[in-house]
């Protein structure tokens, strides 16, 4: 069974920065299409940035140029980079794995304000 953990959400002003993190178990998770989803209060999940097992990304329209989606050293984690942040960031964030099925973590919130 994939478990998957985020963590790194917190309390950012609009301009700044937050690193998002995701630490998976097993091993598959270095060779799947993984990435970040986000749900703000009233709407419906959203991808946020997305990378596969060769490396390639994409990203939401709203977030590029700003977010920067990474694999970490160690095989099982991924990170999300969150620079010049806005109020319409805020959101729960969630890590995810594609392998035959969606596999999410619990989230991690992210809430930009002055």
């Known amino acids: 069974q994939v478990q998957l953990v985020e963590s790194g959400g917190d309390l950012a002003q609009p301009g700044g920065s937050l690193r998002l993190s995701c630490e998976a178990s097993?091993?598959?998770?270095?060779?799947?299409?993984v990435g970040w989803y986000r749900q703000a209060p009233g709407k419906q999940r959203e991808l946020v940035a997305r990378i596969t097992g060769s490396s390639s990304t994409i990203y939401a329209d709203s977030v590029k140029g700003r977010f920067t989606i990474s694999r970490g050293n160690a095989k099982n984690t991924m990170y999300l980079q969150m620079n010049s942040l806005k109020p319409e960031d805020t959101a729960v964030y969630y890590c995810?794995?594609?392998?035959?099925?969606?596999?999410w973590g619990q989230g991690t919130l992210v809430t930009v304000s002055s």
């Open positions: 097993g091993t598959i998770f270095s060779i799947a299409t």
């Open positions: 995810n794995m594609f392998w035959g099925k969606d596999y």
